[in-house]
Structure formats: structure tokens, C-alpha cells
């Protein structure tokens, strides 16, 4: 049975919109006809993408949200509640810049918590608290986490955050079997190192690393993930499920 068409009564949730790639995500959502919620921590940003994104005619609505606070987190789901029928989220939202730097022995544990609570814990939180309202929709729904080659590559010097990348990835292998049968797919894709402001702090020799790494060399820009995230949306990936996608012009290959 084919699935409808994409319009504009589909709700897309994206988490961390306001900047890189979840602005990049979220502008190809407008572009593709869904209404997007751009959840954002920072509230500058978020209006700022709000406003970008009407500006070109899409159907944008910013909410105030902290993925690693769960009252937030409700807010978020009463939000999307209020605009009507929730059909995919992307979970983008994560800690990256200025996190790397430390072998894995010379971390704190404040550091440790803080990224697991928001880059492994948030995706967890956003799921569970939205998931009533992708069940309520219907109809097929989408979970697009996002993780990180880093996590495939094992880069040195970031054990906090490529944990904490790898526990989205199991995250999304045990999402994907609990709601196989609830029409709902749940998959991951795992960029490369991406100019946007959030890898703005990350030292030249990584930057050179993945650069002499790629099959493709020339720097993985925000744009460069978004067909990956609009397929997985889309009805043509409604047999894709628990699966993770490198998008990384071939830096690793699995």
C-alpha cells in the first residue's frame, strides 16, 4: 500500500534547529512541505530561524526547548500538541563544540554527564515524550536521530562524546525493533565533520585528518546531509528501519 504524499498537515520536529545542521535540516523540511517545529535552547536563534524560514515560505514554528530538562521536554510535546497531527522527529540537538581535546582518562565526570545527558539521554527523552503523539498520528511516523562518524572512526581525544554518539546508535537499533509494528521507522545517519559554527572550535589537524581521510575531500558542508535526512522522512524509506548512515563523502566505509 502506498503511502500519502507528504503535505503540509505532517508535523517534523527538529531539535537543536537554530543553528548548522538542524537549520539545514529544517529548512529542507520547510522546503519539502512539512510543518516544522524548530526547538531550539537558544532563544535567539531559534526566532532567528523562525523567521528565515517563513521568509521563504515555509510553515516554521519555534518553541523554547532544553533536551536535557525533562519539563522542557513536556513543553516541547504540549507545543506540538497545540499545531495538530506530529509525524516525524529528528533528533539533532547535541553538545559538540569545544568538547574534544582530553584523552578519556584526564576527563571529569561533570564533563562525562553533561554530554550523555544531552547528546544520549535527550534523543531518549524527546522519543519517549513524543512518541504518543507519532502513535496518535495514524499513519506512518519518522525517529531520524542524529550520530557521528566519530562514533564509527573512533577519533582520539572525544571518548565523552563518541559514547555518547554510540549509545544513539544502539538507541536507535532498540527503538527500531520495539516500533517496527507501530508503523513508525527509526534510523540514524552519522555525518563527518561538518563546517558549521558548532566544529568552528575544533583544531586544524582534525580538520586536516578528514581531509586526507575522504574519498570525497573537499569540507562536508550542512547541505550536504539533508537528502539523506528528506529520504529517511519520506514515503520511499518506509522499509529502512534501524539502520545507520554515514554521510561523510566516504571518510569511513562500512
Known amino acids: 500500500m502506498t503511502e500519502q504524499r507528504t503535505s503540509g498537515d505532517r508535523t517534523v520536529v527538529v531539535t537543536g534547529a537554530g543553528r548548522g545542521l538542524g537549520l539545514a535540516m529544517a529548512r529542507r523540511a520547510g522546503r519539502d512541505g512539512y510543518r516544522v517545529v524548530l526547538a531550539e535552547v537558544d532563544a535567539d536563534r531559534g526566532r532567528a530561524a523562525q523567521a528565515r524560514l517563513r521568509a521563504a515560505g515555509g510553515d516554521a514554528h519555534f518553541t523554547h526547548c532544553d533536551v536535557a530538562d525533562p519539563a522542557s521536554v513536556r513543553q516541547l510535546a504540549d507545543f506540538c500538541a497545540s499545531l495538530g497531527p506530529l509525524y516525524a522527529v529528528v533528533n539533532n540537538a547535541a553538545l559538540a563544540n569545544g568538547v574534544g581535546g582530553k584523552e578519556f582518562w584526564d576527563l571529569d565526570v561533570a564533563d562525562w554527564d553533561r554530554l550523555m545527558t544531552v547528546n544520549a539521554r535527550g534523543p531518549w527523552l524527546v522519543s ?11 499513519g506512518p511516523g519518522r525517529i531520524v536521530n542524529l550520530a557521528s562518524d566519530a562514533a564509527l572512526y573512533g577519533s582520539p581525544r572525544l571518548a565523552h562524546y563518541i559514547a555518547s554518539k554510540g549509545a544513539v546508535i544502539a538507541l536507535t537499533r532498540a527503538m527500531a525493533r520495539e516500533l517496527g509494528d507501530k508503523s513508525i521507522t527509526v534510523n540514524a545517519v552519522a555525518p563527518g565533520l561538518t563546517e558549521c559554527e558548532a566544529t568552528a572550535t575544533v583544531p586544524a589537524e ?25 529520504f529517511l522522512l519520506g514515503e520511499e524509506s518506509r522499509y529502512l528501519t534501524g539502520q545507520v548512515i554515514a554521510v561523510n563523502g566516504g571518510f569511513t566505509m562500512h
Not at 582534525?206 to 528528506?230: E, F, K, N
Open 206 to 230: 582534525r580538520h586536516d585528518l578528514y581531509r586526507a581521510g575522504r574519498a570525497i575531500s573537499r569540507p562536508q558542508q550542512p547541505d550536504d546531509l539533508t537528502g539523506t535526512v528528506a
Open 128 to 138: 519517549k515524550l513524543l512518541l504518543p503523539q507519532l502513535l496518535a498520528h495514524g
